[in-house]
């Protein structure tokens, strides 16, 4: 029997050990009940450390420490992501900043982080480290992120993005999976496997901003437009010359409105679906998922292989 069957209990003991770090904070300082937050979401961190665990023979316990570890830098990182975007929903309920203040959500993530990294310490003595350069990395791509606003940028350049602020949490949940599971000739093969799951996850994440509505994703939708952030939708789109200038004359609109108005927004949006160029990502992003094919082979569990396999290509076709 594969152990993959075990997940869903696995996913509850991570959650239970989450909840009971915040159980452990001092109710005057921070009540996690009276704010309800959803701090697993859809665990796709988790799910990916556990099957590459199980593909390469990591004792799910193991595997199980780690998945904490990196879903609390991840969530961490979608507090303060929200407080930056000032974004109202997030995995379907009001975000920390709208019910508590911008201050309040910041600390909050701040603390998130901080558990993150007392946690990974308990795991292996040089787990902690790597974690701590993984959130730079995460940082720096956020950083990134920040100083390209509105301006026109290359698949390259936003495909950098990604490998920092998506694609280094994914590795170094790979890495710390081989690592502990003392399979040192298979670090090459697991940091691409980490590296491409993070890239195909955060282009179909940037195609969903554009095609779906906030009841079906859960958060606010639209967001990369508005906030004037050049996706890989909208950069397949501006390398048409037939749609170029419009979009641009729109983006433009964007940037400079005073008061916020969706149309501009609303009116790329549809170019960019109408014509194929979500579509287009959708298959670069199922490309990289696809392109694995010699570092699954090189994973010593094949049935397990096959179900990491199968679960970061789902990732990579979602609709939701």
Same mark, same amino acid.
């Given at each position: 029997?594969?152990?993959?069957?075990?997940?869903?209990?696995?996913?509850?003991?991570?959650?239970?050990?989450?909840?009971?770090?915040?159980?452990?904070?001092?109710?005057?300082?921070?009540?996690?009940?009276?704010?309800?937050?959803?701090?697993?979401?859809?665990?796709?961190?988790?799910?990916?450390?556990?099957?590459?665990?199980?593909?390469?023979?990591?004792?799910?316990?193991?595997?199980?420490?780690?998945?904490?570890?990196?879903?609390?830098?991840?969530?961490?990182?979608?507090?303060?992501?929200?407080?930056?975007?000032?974004?109202?929903?997030?995995?379907?309920?009001?975000?920390?900043?709208?019910?508590?203040?911008?201050?309040?959500?910041?600390?909050?993530?701040?603390?998130?982080?901080?558990?993150?990294?007392?946690?990974?310490?308990?795991?292996?003595?040089?787990?902690?480290?790597?974690?701590?350069?993984?959130?730079?990395?995460?940082?720096?791509?956020?950083?990134?992120?920040?100083?390209?606003?509105?301006?026109?940028?290359?698949?390259?350049?936003?495909?950098?993005?990604?490998?920092?602020?998506?694609?280094?949490?994914?590795?170094?949940?790979?890495?710390?999976?081989?690592?502990?599971?003392?399979?040192?000739?298979?670090?090459?093969?697991?940091?691409?496997?980490?590296?491409?799951?993070?890239?195909?996850?955060?282009?179909?994440?940037?195609?969903?901003?554009?095609?779906?509505?906030?009841?079906?994703?859960?958060?606010?939708?639209?967001?990369?437009?508005?906030?004037?952030?050049?996706? /890989?939708?909208?950069?397949?789109? &501006?390398? @048409? #010359?037939?749609?170029?200038? %419009?979009? !641009? *004359?729109?983006?433009? =609109? +964007? $940037?400079?409105?005073?008061?916020?108005?969706?149309?501009?927004?609303?009116?790329?949006?549809?170019?960019?679906?109408?014509?194929?160029?979500?579509?287009?990502?959708?298959?670069?992003? /199922?490309?990289?998922?696809?392109? &694995?094919? @010699? #570092?699954?082979?090189?994973? %010593?569990? !094949? *049935?397990?292989?096959? =179900? +990491? $396999?199968?679960?970061?290509?789902?990732?990579?076709?979602?609709?939701?």
């Amino acid at each position: 029997m594969l152990k993959t069957r075990g997940l869903d209990e696995s996913l509850s003991r991570i959650n239970r050990e989450i909840n009971s770090l915040f159980e452990s904070v001092d109710k005057t300082v921070y009540d996690h009940r009276k704010t309800p937050f959803n701090f697993m979401g859809k665990a796709v961190r988790a799910r990916f450390t556990l099957l590459l665990g199980d593909a390469l023979g990591l004792e799910r316990n193991a595997a199980e420490k780690l998945s904490a570890a990196a879903e609390l830098v991840h969530t961490a990182s979608l507090l303060h992501d929200d407080c930056i975007d000032q974004a109202e929903l997030r995995r379907g309920l009001l975000t920390l900043n709208e019910r508590l203040g911008l201050n309040t959500a910041i600390l909050v993530g701040d603390l998130v982080v901080s558990f993150a990294f007392d946690y990974a310490a308990k795991i292996a003595p040089e787990i902690p480290g790597h974690l701590i350069k993984t959130v730079r990395s995460m940082t720096e791509g956020a950083l990134l992120e920040e100083n390209l606003r509105h301006k026109n940028i290359t698949a390259v350049e936003a495909e950098r993005v990604i490998e920092l602020k998506t694609g280094a949490l994914f590795r170094w949940c790979a890495l710390s999976a081989c690592h502990l599971a003392k399979k040192p000739q298979l670090y090459a093969a697991c940091g691409d496997i980490g590296v491409a799951t993070g890239l195909a996850f955060q282009i179909i994440d940037d195609v969903l901003d554009i095609e779906s509505a906030a009841s079906e994703t859960g958060k606010d939708v639209l967001k990369d437009l508005i906030e004037g952030r050049t996706t /890989l939708p909208l950069i397949l789109a &501006l390398d @048409d #010359a037939r749609f170029r200038t %419009p979009i !641009r *004359e729109r983006l433009s =609109a +964007l $940037k400079n409105q005073k008061i916020r108005d969706l149309a501009p927004a609303l009116e790329i949006a549809a170019v960019i679906k109408e014509n194929g160029f979500t579509s287009r990502a959708r298959a670069l992003a /199922l490309e990289k998922a696809q392109g &694995l094919k @010699d #570092a699954f082979e090189n994973l %010593p569990h !094949r *049935e397990e292989a096959l =179900a +990491l $396999k199968a679960f970061i290509c789902a990732l990579a076709s979602r609709r939701k």
